[in-house]
Nanobody
């Protein structure tokens, strides 16, 4: 059974940091790009960051460039999203997803999804 399990969300003050984790199982992790997405109430799900399956290339949405860092540990089947300098606009449910043949921020490119973890940034 394919599983992606996010953790690390929570409540943080503006300017603070959180590190999200995405633990994968049930598929060949090395063969998939992994992306992070977020969805705020009343808004569409948007791509935040992605890390490739080949060479560790990374993609970031303009809104998070310079503040968020994605990394993957293939030995632990885990992808991380380090989020610094958080602001209230970052408040959303954060999802990780896996894509076998796509790399980027388009929701449609991803086959497997986690259940999400809530991130709330207070002002």
């Amino acid at each position: 059974e394919v599983q992606l399990v996010e953790s690390g969300g929570g409540l943080v003050q503006a300017g603070g940091s959180l590190r999200l984790s995405c633990a994968a199982s049930g598929f060949t992790f090395d063969d998939y790009a992994i992306g992070w997405f977020r969805q705020a109430p009343g808004k569409e799900r948007e791509g935040v960051s992605c890390i490739s399956k080949f060479d560790g290339s990374t993609y970031y949405a303009d809104s998070v460039k310079g503040r968020f860092t994605i990394s993957r540990d293939n030995a632990k089947l885990t992808v991380y999203l380090q989020m610094n300098s958080l602001n209230p606009e970052d408040t959303a449910v954060y999802y990780c997803a896996a894509a076998p043949s796509y790399y980027g921020g388009n929701v449609a490119g991803y086959d497997y999804w986690g259940q999400g973890t809530q991130v709330t940034v207070s002002s």
